[in-house]
């Protein structure tokens, strides 16, 4: 990662002041436990750096910023942090008004705790008030994407003995000034999509192409409907689609090659990565996924979504009160999204009715007839050589396959007959990759 040195100095001179706030702080503490001292006023930062940028944008006071400070810090100069170590010889422990946990390599994470304590101090009614910074809505966490991670998901804990965490692309950007495009992680459960093909490799029905069509016009129109058009207060920004149909229709594909008629990034969602059996971490996950969308303006793509926005069970047990507190979080959060957001099916009915008048439109995609099957195969094949008993209209013709499936066919076709030393696929290879693909989809014994 390079560093422009306006970044780096902004940042560090943020540090110097968090350091500056710790001393204040832990005097006034050990001095007078009670007492309130004036602390240190932060840096003027210049809004040509990220981070000057961030503090203008967001707007972020001092109080926030002692807080966005103190999560770069471990990030940043874990050594700021050191002064949280002192023990209480008393008790022969740390001061639990610190808060703080110490990390796998004995650096002290900081916690909400840790964060109220700075701007607090000791006082109760001024923790109480400063709790604040940690509310959904506020900036810190709509647009900066701060979270409260567990120490130990197993355990519960107190309310704000939660570690403060910036993901990693926030400190990235911060101190480079150019925002990485996120590398799937368990951090960050998500994966761009791109392809090499382009709409006439995509054989879709008159009326999905209208619906796609509709899209298109909403993603390059928006500003001109919402802004020009005086329609901002009445609907939002961003768009919600539903793809529902049979595996094999198209669906990641058309999703793909809306990104790349748009030029927005495609980012698919790995539905298992996100879903965690410990509660909170399934929202923390996605709000992740969402913020960084709404700041990018990505196109969010939940395959298979049915694993998480599916029917809500009836409440029997504290385990369906967690998931169906995920499935409102999601709700909202779609709601509120700014991007695009596909949601993928297989059966329109998996999908919970609550969210339907959250789609802006649900396209139906179905397997191809003959003749859709007839211009899949042409594709495909177009630079394949072929034996001359090959006969595409009867390929179409005799094998209700999807496009997916007829990719399968294709390639197991051409591999076949390089095996056999051939330089041509015949109508004997092509037979084997459909009785193949036809077992595999369970079609044929």
């Known amino acids: 990662?390079?560093?422009?040195?306006?970044?780096?100095?902004?940042?560090?001179?943020?540090?110097?002041?968090?350091?500056?706030?710790?001393?204040?702080?832990?005097?006034?503490?050990?001095?007078?436990?009670?007492?309130?001292?004036?602390?240190?006023?932060?840096?003027?930062?210049?809004?040509t750096s990220a981070l000057g940028a961030l503090i203008a944008s967001a707007p972020l006071d001092t109080q926030a910023r002692i807080v966005l400070a103190l999560a770069m810090a471990p990030h940043v100069n874990s050594a700021l942090l050191d002064p949280f170590f002192v023990k209480n010889s008393g008790l022969n422990r740390g001061f639990s008004q610190f808060g703080?946990?110490?990390?796998?390599?004995?650096?002290?994470?900081?916690?909400?705790?840790t964060a109220l304590f700075l701007v607090a101090g000791a006082r109760t009614d001024a923790r109480i008030r400063a709790m604040t910074l940690f509310d959904a809505d506020h900036p810190l966490?709509?647009?900066?994407?701060?979270?409260?991670?567990?120490?130990?998901?197993?355990?519960?804990?107190?309310?704000?003995?939660?570690?403060?965490?910036?993901?990693?692309?926030?400190?990235?950007?911060?101190?480079?000034?150019?925002?990485p495009k996120p590398d799937f992680s368990p951090e960050f459960p998500a994966h761009r999509l791109t392809t090499g093909l382009d709409w006439d490799d995509l054989v879709?029905?008159?009326?999905?192409?209208?619906?796609?069509?509709?899209?298109?016009?909403?993603?390059?129109?928006?500003?001109?409907?919402?802004?020009?058009?005086?329609?901002?207060?009445?609907?939002?920004?961003?768009?919600?689609?539903?793809?529902?149909?049979?595996?094999?229709?198209?669906?990641?594909?058309?999703?793909?090659?809306?990104?790349?008629?748009?030029?927005?990034?495609?980012?698919?969602?790995d539905l298992s990565a996100v879903v965690s059996k410990y509660i909170g971490e399934t929202?923390?996950?996605?709000a992740t996924i969402f913020d960084l969308a709404a700041e990018r303006d990505w196109i969010l793509f939940f395959d298979e979504a049915d694993a998480l926005f599916g029917t809500r069970t009836q409440t029997t047990s504290s385990n369906d009160r967690h998931a169906n507190q995920e499935v409102a979080y999601l709700l909202q959060r779609i709601e509120e999204c700014e991007s695009l957001v596909i949601l993928a099916s297989n059966l329109r009915g998996n999908i919970d009715e609550a969210f339907f008048r959250r789609f802006q439109m649900a396209i139906g995609f179905t397997r191809p007839d003959r003749e859709e099957r007839k211009l899949l195969w042409t594709h495909a094949l177009s630079n394949v050589p072929l034996g001359q008993d090959v006969d595409i209209p009867a390929l179409a013709e005799s094998h209700?396959?999807?496009?997916?499936?007829?990719?399968?066919?294709?390639?197991?076709?051409?591999?076949?007959?390089?095996?056999?030393?051939?330089?041509?696929?015949?109508a004997q290879d092509f037979s084997r990759a459909v009785v193949a693909e036809l077992r595999k989809e369970g079609r044929v014994a």
């Open 141 to 179: 966490r709509r647009k900066i994407g701060l979270t409260l991670g567990s120490a130990n998901p197993t355990q519960p804990e107190a309310a704000f003995a939660a570690i403060l965490h910036l993901p990693a692309h926030r400190v990235i950007a911060l101190c480079s000034g150019t925002p």
């Open 283 to 286: 929202e923390k996950n996605l």
């Open 100 to 113: 703080g946990v110490v990390s796998d390599h004995a650096g002290f994470r900081p916690t909400a705790e």
């Open 1 to 47: 990662m390079t560093s422009d040195p306006l970044h780096a100095d902004a940042i560090a001179a943020e540090m110097t002041w968090l350091a500056s706030v710790i001393d204040a702080r832990l005097t006034g503490f050990f001095t007078d436990p009670d007492s309130d001292p004036d602390l240190p006023a932060p840096p003027v930062q210049p809004e």
């Open 400 to 426: 209700e396959l999807t496009g997916g499936s007829i990719s399968n066919v294709v390639r197991h076709a051409t591999i076949t007959a390089l095996r056999r030393g051939s330089e041509q696929v015949d």
């Open 204 to 269: 879709l029905s008159r009326d999905v192409m209208q619906g796609l069509g509709h899209i298109t016009a909403w993603m390059e129109n928006r500003s001109r409907i919402l802004d020009d058009w005086g329609l901002a207060s009445r609907l939002g920004k961003g768009f919600k689609a539903l793809f529902y149909g049979p595996p094999g229709t198209g669906k990641t594909l058309t999703a793909t090659l809306l990104g790349k008629t748009t030029g927005l990034d495609v980012y698919r969602i």
